[in-house]
């Protein structure tokens, strides 16, 4: 069933920065931390309430001294106070920052087009504290650590479109998430599943998207002690958010609900821990929160209302 969002409830104003909503990152049920990227400086804020009545704090800044835009900034689960930025030039950098200094760790260079997300491994070993997998438009998707300065394995997505002959075409991959040993990715218009033991494919959907896909976020609910439900929210640029029960593979049965954002989306994810509530950011600098239980937008923030 499709439901669209309703535009109409309450938005909140007088923030002190317009642009905060280029980069979200999840920090803590009904908190977040946000963060300002452009291409001199990236602003680390402090987290703040969902109200967002308190005001933005800059703990430390980070100067960019090279030529290249900063794009993304992935904080890592494992060690506070470790993050990884990707610019412009397609290149991984992995910081760490120590008494509010910050320090290079290492810079990955393999990706040939514009590195689209990247999600650290969710195992907790120190072996894997610092290993993370990047998605590109190249059509790869690699896996880090930073006690190798090269890739570790690398996953190529390609498609096969047969006309009078074979032609091999890259496929863009947009998004990834991990969750046990299956890893999610968004290719072009579709979802795929991995298995990172394999490293092959088990389980893809091409009807669930008609533009790009550009996140996919895992949920894992624990019902008891021995029983786990599997869930998988994917959203894309045609303004689709689309609720799977991954439990058996990308199933037409598997979705268990469809959102219509009517706007092309930079950002999604859980909010609870029970999925009574997602949210969601779009281009056109909107943020919401949205109830499944209503499917009436729970909270909204306009960017463009901020003078």
Request: contains cysteine.
């Amino acid at each position: 069933m499709m439901y669209d969002v309703n535009t109409d409830s309450n938005t909140t104003s007088d923030h002190d920065k317009k642009d905060m909503l280029s980069n979200i990152n999840k920090y803590n049920k009904f908190e977040y931390i946000l963060i300002d990227v452009n291409k001199s400086n990236t602003y680390f804020y402090n987290s703040i309430a969902m109200n967002f009545e308190e005001k933005y704090k800059i703990s430390s800044t980070f100067k960019n001294d090279s030529n290249s835009s900063l794009l993304l900034i992935r904080h890592n689960p494992h060690i506070k106070n470790d993050f990884v930025i990707v610019d412009s030039s397609f290149k991984i950098h992995y910081f760490s920052m120590k008494q509010n200094e910050i320090y290079k760790i290492i810079t990955f260079a393999e990706h040939r087009q514009r590195v689209n997300d990247i999600c650290f491994l969710k195992r907790s070993e120190d072996i894997f504290k610092t290993a993370f997998f990047s998605a590109s438009s190249d059509g790869t998707i690699k896996l880090w650590n930073t006690n190798s300065n090269t890739s570790i394995n690398t996953i190529r997505s390609k498609k096969y479109i047969i006309i009078t002959y074979i032609v091999n075409e890259i496929k863009e991959v947009f998004s990834l998430d991990i969750m046990d040993d299956i890893l999610a990715i968004g290719c072009d218009f579709n979802v795929n599943l991995y298995n990172l033991k394999t490293m092959k494919s088990v389980s893809s959907c091409d009807f669930a998207h008609s533009n790009f896909v550009t996140n996919v976020k895992f949920k894992q609910i624990n019902k008891n002690k021995q029983d786990t439900d599997h869930y998988l929210l994917t959203g894309g640029e045609d303004g689709i958010i689309n609720l799977f029960h991954v439990q058996n593979g990308l199933e037409e049965e598997s979705v268990v609900n469809t959102i219509n954002a009517n706007q092309s989306l930079n950002n999604i994810g859980f909010v609870d821990d029970n999925i009574k509530f997602i949210d969601y950011c779009t281009c056109v600098q909107t943020f919401n929160i949205f109830s499944m239980d209503t499917y009436l937008n729970y909270f909204e923030f306009d960017a463009k209302s901020v003078s």
